[in-house]
């Protein structure tokens, strides 16, 4: 489900963070660096409220929603499954991003949880990203990475692969590992990406999410600059599709 939303191959999702000192300062730059991706090509974006609030990822999402209908949307509340998802369905969001499916909770507390989960996406269609061993996540559950792994795949439609943290590289081996583990289920490279590593990260996973390599500085707390978003989006388009 979640690689049929995407027209082309390898699809990128850039990320919308919510940086600004007022809510009103928040949407506009949200609105601005939504319309800097749709301009230079990235598939998606999703709304997270990296330096927002919840207040700030409905407030975009209700404006993009209904100013910009064209612009494919996923929704990442930090730590709150049931707020994404319900927002997602709200607003007509394509895809939520969960940082942990899997492995970041005891066995105990993890069999509500999952069961959580499992009755949102029975209520609707809507994709789910979910991370295992993901960056700035907790390791609780005591199982290996394959079984941790295996689990999350009965969860979610793609399973979301970081490096340590945010704009660090995720590495290859890392990756390679993941893939061999998932096999054929969708694996999105989500932290770390740069121009020049999109030829071998991409190779390995099947979509990209983006962040700070889109933005002027090379990092969170900077602001999406559309040369860097053009200039990603042409390697991907040079290296993986055709046209």
Same mark, same amino acid.
Request: hydrophobic content about 40%; aromatic content about 8%; proline content about 4%.
């Given at each position: 489900?979640?690689?049929?939303? &995407?027209?082309?191959?390898? *699809?990128?999702?850039?990320? $919308?963070?919510?940086?600004?000192?007022?809510?009103?300062? /928040?949407?506009?730059?949200?609105?601005?660096?939504?319309?800097? &991706?749709? !301009?230079?090509?990235?598939?998606?974006?999703?709304?997270?409220?990296?330096?927002?609030?919840?207040?700030?990822?409905?407030?975009?999402?209700?404006?993009? +929603?209904?100013?910009?209908?064209?612009?494919? $949307?996923?929704?990442?509340? $930090?730590?709150?499954?049931?707020? #994404? &998802?319900?927002?997602?369905?709200?607003?007509?969001?394509?895809? /939520?991003?969960?940082?942990? /499916?899997?492995?970041?909770?005891?066995?105990?507390?993890?069999?509500?949880?999952?069961?959580?989960?499992?009755?949102?996406?029975? #209520?609707?269609?809507?994709?789910?990203?979910?991370?295992?061993?993901?960056?700035?996540?907790?390791?609780?559950?005591?199982? +290996? $990475?394959?079984?941790?792994?295996?689990?999350?795949?009965?969860?979610?439609?793609?399973?979301?692969?970081?490096?340590?943290?945010?704009?660090?590289?995720?590495?290859?081996?890392?990756?390679?590992?993941?893939?061999?583990?998932?096999? !054929?289920?969708?694996?999105?490279?989500?932290?770390?990406?740069?121009?020049? +590593?999109? *030829?071998?990260?991409?190779?390995?996973?099947?979509? !990209? /999410?983006?962040?700070?390599? &889109?933005? @002027?500085?090379?990092?969170?707390?900077? @602001?999406?600059?559309?040369?860097?978003?053009?200039?990603?989006?042409?390697?991907?388009?040079?290296?993986?599709?055709?046209?």
């Amino acid at each position: 489900m979640f690689l049929e939303l &995407f027209a082309q191959p390898k *699809p990128v999702l850039g990320m $919308l963070h919510l940086k600004g000192e007022t809510p009103e300062a /928040i949407l506009t730059q949200a609105l601005r660096e939504a319309d800097i &991706f749709a !301009a230079c090509g990235v598939d998606g974006m999703i709304v997270e409220d990296y330096f927002g609030g919840v207040e700030d990822v409905e407030r975009v999402l209700a404006q993009l +929603s209904s100013q910009r209908p064209g612009y494919l $949307l996923g929704v990442n509340v $930090l730590d709150n499954f049931a707020k #994404s &998802f319900e927002l997602a369905v709200q607003y007509g969001g394509k895809f /939520i991003q969960v940082d942990s /499916i899997a492995g970041h909770l005891t066995s105990e507390d993890e069999v509500d949880y999952l069961k959580m989960v499992d009755s949102y996406r029975r #209520s609707a269609d809507i994709p789910v990203i979910g991370g295992v061993r993901f960056k700035y996540q907790p390791y609780l559950s005591g199982r +290996s $990475l394959a079984e941790d792994l295996r689990i999350g795949t009965q969860h979610c439609d793609a399973i979301a692969v970081t490096g340590s943290g945010t704009g660090v590289e995720t590495d290859n081996q890392k990756i390679l590992e993941f893939r061999s583990l998932v096999g !054929a289920f969708p694996l999105v490279v989500a932290a770390g990406m740069t121009v020049q +590593s999109i *030829p071998e990260k991409l190779a390995l996973g099947d979509a !990209a /999410i983006v962040g700070s390599t &889109f933005k @002027d500085t090379r990092e969170a707390e900077g @602001d999406v600059y559309a040369p860097h978003v053009q200039e990603f989006m042409d390697e991907v388009r040079r290296c993986f599709r055709s046209g």
